[in-house]
Structure formats: C-alpha cells, structure tokens
C-alpha cells in the first residue's frame, strides 16, 4: 500500500510539475507549503492523507530522475500493485482456502526429505503426567525409628530411586500415614512401618492391616487402597482410639493377598484358639473405613502362612535378607528384629503377640479358623 501510495504522488508531482513552483521560495516552509498546495487538486485520487513526510521524499527526488521520468513505466507499475492489492482483499475474504494452499506451496517447495516421521494416534492426544516421563536423579532414604525421610540421608535405609519432584508415602504404627512433597529431610512420624514413592490413583497397591484398638481393644482387620488425599495432611487408618497399633502390615495386589495365622491365647472353654485368614477374602475398601473385628480374646501371635508379591523392601521386616522361599513368613512381614537364630535345629516361623513382642512356633501349624473367633 506504501509502495502504491508513493508512486502515485511521485507520478503526479512530476507530470504536473509541481516542483517548478518552488524555485522562487527561499526558505523551506516555503517550499513544504508550495508543494502541499500544488498537491490539493490530487489529493482525493490517493487513499491516504499527504503528510509532510510524504513531502519531504518528494524533495529528495534527483533531478536526473524528473528529466528521465517514463510516464507509461509509472503506471505499469501501478497498475502492478493495484493487481496485487486486489489479490490481497479476495485472500482476506477467504482466509481459511488461503492459509491452506499457502502450506501446500511451502510443503511442495520446502518439504521433500523432510517429512513426517511421528504418527496421530486414533485415539487421539493423551495427558502426558509431568512424574511418569521425568528421569529419577535422587534416591530416598528412610530413619524408621526417628521417622525421618528423604534424599540427603544417604548413611539410613535405602528405599528405592525417585526424583526430586516424587510425593513419599509412609505409614506408621500407630496407624497413621501422611503424604509429603520429597526433601532433602521431612519428618513423618516415629516407627515408620511402611514408606514407599506415592503414585496418585494407583488402584493397583493393597493394603492389608491388622491393627488394635487402643492399648487393650478388640483386634481389627481390614483391607482397603489409599486412594486420593491431601499433601501433608495426617490420616488415620484406625478407628482413632488412643494408643491404637498396627500389629500387621502386609502390601499386595488386588488379587495376591497373603493369609495370616492367628493364635489365641487358652483361655477355659476356648478350644479353637488357631484359625487362618485369607485376605484375598476380603472386600477391598476404603481407606476410611474401620474394618470388621478379627477377634475379641487375647492373642498370643500373628504369622503370616501365605504370600503374594509385594512390595517387601518398603516395610519394615524382622527377617534377615538371605531367607528361604518354603519358609512360611514373607519379606514383608513388619514386626521387630530378632538376634540371629540360624543355629537353631527346629525349623520356625517368625510372628508377634498383640504388643509386637516377637514369638517363635512351629512352622506347621495349619489349623483353619473358627468362624466362633473370627467375624467379618
């Protein structure tokens, strides 16, 4: 439009020649004034106002340029860029059709050997989560008795690779769990039975607990997945009793669950007082809920006769890391350590009473459990 603007004044300023009327001025607004005014008859064949720019590089004309000037080249020219605006106007009313045969021509000019190598999928785009494609840069590391967790506690228990921007999970035993943002080192409460890096929506991961109500309460069993929660916000997994403890903690899939074994303390007229538990079972439930009474007496231990795979390294375990696979108590199994008893010729298995203290029985107690001691 410029381009179109300013031949046509140079056209008109030179074949009228307005530019002999300012050989009698003497200074320059005289000349400026001049040419505006020789310029006021033309004014309504241009499609912009003549500002004294426009009059300024009208002065600036050679005079070898007026005196060679090709009246019939001018409007060639002209005519040129009337064509070209006219194009410019039908592209505008029809900008989409445009904009497409425009990248044609720049595919076919510009795109051989370089075509596509990716694919659309016919599903279409999925949401790509930020903690699935970053690469783990940092290990965390766990003080289970001071309750401490993090990256920069490299002398402590090593849990397992992550990155810097992972949530931690852990558990406690008094029956509380909280999910933090990972640091250098965050506290998470004393006696960390369980911790493992937090994976939002994981449906996957179970957890079975047995846990007591209070300091001398019923014994509770439940089964239930972490779902969504808030980021350091402390839930309890128990009723809420005061002095509550986590007596077992085992981690399994939807449907590889272990199985426990309970022994009662006698008591007269109890006759039954060793019966199994299956978890897989067990309803899966929220993480909320309270769970079902596993029995009313005293107990003298829990052992754990049956695995599923699971997430052994995360929980807290009394078993030394060389163990034998018939051996009746998994990885996972989470109560407190016990000196070193291989030179023992009785084949055990390991368990605790209700107050975590640790017991040795015989491995091949396998009595199914009355439904008396046990209800769900």
Known sequence: ?????????????????????????????????????????????????????????????????????????????????????KVVKDNLKNLTPFAIAYFKELLKKYGKGKERKTVISEEGFEQIEVRKVVINNAKLYVSREEGFAGYGLKKDELVSECSDIDDVLAITGDGKFVVNRISDKSYYGKDIRFIKVFEKNDESTVYNMVYRDG?????????????????????????????????????????????IQIVLKP??????????????????KNRSAVGNILTKFPVH?????????????????????????KESEPELFEFPKEKNNTEQKNTCTKSADENGNLIHAPSNITQSYNRHHCRF
């Open 215 to 259: 300091p001398r309460g019923d014994l509770f069993i439940k089964r239930f997945s972490i779902g969504g929660i808030t980021r350091e916000k402390i839930y309890d997994l128990t009723k809420g009793t005061e002095n509550s403890k986590i007596i077992y903690l085992g981690i399994s899939g939807t449907d590889n669950a272990p199985t």
């Open 267 to 284: 008591r007269p007229k109890l006759k039954n007082t060793v019966f199994n538990v299956n978890f897989n079972e067990m309803l899966i």
């Open 1 to 85: 439009m410029e381009d179109w603007h300013f031949s046509s004044l140079e056209k008109i300023f030179i074949e009228n020649r307005i530019y002999r009327k300012i050989e009698e001025c003497e200074t320059w607004e005289a000349v400026i004034q001049a040419i505006d005014k020789g310029l006021n008859p033309f004014k309504k064949l241009l499609k912009r106002e003549v500002t004294e720019d426009d009059i300024v590089k009208l002065t600036e004309i050679k005079i070898k340029r007026i005196s060679k000037f090709d009246a019939k080249k001018a409007d060639e020219h002209i005519k040129a860029l009337n064509d070209k605006i």
């Open 301 to 325: 231990k829990i052992t754990e006769v049956g695995k599923g795979k699971s997430e052994a390294s995360a929980v807290k375990s009394s078993e030394p890391s060389k163990k034998n696979e």
